[in-house]
Every structure is written in C-alpha cells, then in structure tokens.
C-alpha cells in the first residue's frame, strides 16, 4: 500500500507538471486568472505565471514531505494525532507511526496536486486555448473536495483506535 500511494503521489506531481508544461507553451501572454465571479481579474506574464504555478506545487509538496517526516518525530506531548501515548509508546510503534503518516500525507499531497491541476486546466479554458472543451472545475472540484474531506476522516480513524496495529507491536514484542 505504500508503495502504491507513493507512486499515485509522484504520478500526480508529474501530470500536474506536465499540465503546466502545457499550458506554458499553449497559453498567450498575458495570461488572465479570474478570482472571483464578481470581475476580479488578475494578469500575468507567461513566465510569471509558469514560476508562480511551479513554486505552488514545490512548496505544497515540499512541506507534505517535510511534515511527513518532522511531525511523527515529535515528542509525545507535541503529536498531534489521537491516541497518541499508544503510537509514542516504544519505536516499534514510531516507526509504525512514520511509515503510517508518511503514507496519509502523501494522499493529502495527490488531492492537493488534483486541485492545482483542475485550477490549472481552468485558467487554460479561460483564457481561450482550448475552447471546445468540456469541463466544468466546479463539479470536479467539489468531487475533490469529498475525497479529500473523506481522507482528512481517515485520518481519525487510522491514527485512533488501530487495533491492528496494536496487535502487531504486542506480536513483535513477544518475539
């Protein structure tokens, strides 16, 4: 399953570079980013908005893999998950921990790249270059949004009352 979710992860990075990619090569300067409904408009140069677009999806990703790293190092009083006495309680448990987290915020790092690819894909129609084409980023949105919501749950869940995993550090022990 790691594996899996941390090749999902990287396959995201990579299609939503490869959108923008796309869209740096397809788009015509000025570019033109809608904010809001009500008529705010905000233009950028292509170069500029390729960097600003690509700093998103560094930084973003760049912080998921940090925090997936730094946070279930923490001391046990500074963890911020449930049941946290449970997964601090020896390194059997941590190293659990950090392999469980790690692969819970690369799954908030594919919804993430969904998103800033849709937004991506948005601004493409928006600006004309691919007028035909039929896509709606609210609904795609929203369907996001319920997935992310649903793996945000997961997280309580998995981190909570995982007796699975409890099960396994008393059967490690005892060998």
Do not use: C, H
Not at 25 to 35: C, G, R, S, W
Not at 98 to 111: A, E, Q, R, T, Y
């Amino acid at each position: 399953m790691i594996k899996f979710i941390k090749f999902i992860w990287m396959l995201s990075m990579l299609a939503v570079m490869g959108v923008l990619l796309y869209e740096n090569v397809i788009l015509q300067p000025p570019v033109t980013i809608k904010i809001d409904d009500v008529g705010g408009v905000f233009n950028l140069s292509k170069n500029g908005f390729f960097y600003l677009f690509l700093a998103a999806i560094v930084v973003f990703n760049g912080i998921l893999l940090i925090l997936g790293t730094v946070i279930p190092t923490l001391p046990e009083k500074f963890l911020p998950i449930p049941k946290r006495n449970f997964w601090a309680k020896n390194q059997t448990t941590r190293r659990m921990l950090l392999n469980n987290f790690k692969l819970w915020i690369k799954g908030v790092g594919i919804f993430i790249n969904l998103f800033i690819m849709i937004y991506l894909v948005a601004i493409q129609i928006e600006n004309g270059a691919t007028p035909k084409f039929p896509f709606d980023a609210s609904i795609l949105s929203t369907i996001v949004l319920v997935l992310l919501v649903g793996w945000l749950l997961l997280f309580f869940a998995w981190f909570g009352m995982n007796k699975t995993a409890a099960e396994k550090v008393r059967v490690e022990k005892q060998n």
